[in-house]
């Protein structure tokens, strides 16, 4: 199971690389930490899951358990298309945050299709047309507990915007 620091610091680091190979100036420091919450928006599946289960006791269907519908291609489509109408209604900068969210969930459910599991054993790249679920080529890795995974992500994006309000981002880049 890739953790919530590598999907956080994979997405920053293309978002970065694109910045620096096409030499543009239209991705600013809170471009990057909507690019770091992006890699994990596929993962609100765990906290969807928990409000669903233990507050609400509630029966989970598949589909909203971990590694379903939000780690498809379908769920960075909900982004994708609004992102390109606006992105030519001269709205670019409302675009381009939901172009990062679509690369950050695409990232995301790659990494994730590496190491399989989940509810569904893969990841389900053709819904809606089908519920398949591909599996990556190191497979099933579930042995992680889900509060530390939960608190990682929380630190990691803590100490980004921390570093963006206090304008050190410079030092890390």
């Known amino acids: 199971m890739v953790l919530a620091v590598a999907h956080t610091l994979l ?3 293309y978002v970065d690389l694109f910045k620096r190979i096409t ?3 239209l991705l600013t420091k809170w471009h990057f ?3 770091a919450i992006a890699g994990l928006l596929p993962d609100s ?3 969807i899951r928990f409000i669903i289960k233990n507050i609400l006791k509630m029966p989970l269907p598949n589909l909203l358990d971990h590694r379903g519908i ?3 291609p379908f769920f960075a489509l909900i982004f994708f298309i609004p992102g390109i109408i606006l992105f030519f209604t001269k709205k670019r900068n409302i675009a381009i945050y939901l172009l990062i969210a ?3 969930i695409m990232l995301h459910i790659s990494l994730d299709y590496i190491t399989s599991g989940g509810i569904h054993d893969g990841i389900m790249w053709l819904y809606p047309i089908s519920t398949h679920a591909y599996q990556g080529i190191i497979g099933f890795v579930y042995d992680v507990d889900l509060l530390t ?3 990682d992500a929380f630190l990691l994006i803590t100490w980004f915007f921390y ?3 206090t304008k050190r981002l410079k030092e890390f880049f």
């Open 33 to 35: 930490f909507a690019t």
């Open 45 to 47: 599946d765990i906290i």
């Open 149 to 151: 995974i939960s608190l």
């Open 11 to 13: 997405a920053i680091l």
């Open 102 to 104: 679509t690369f950050g």
């Open 163 to 165: 570093i963006l309000k």
């Open 70 to 72: 939000f780690h498809t």
């Open 23 to 25: 030499k543009t100036n």
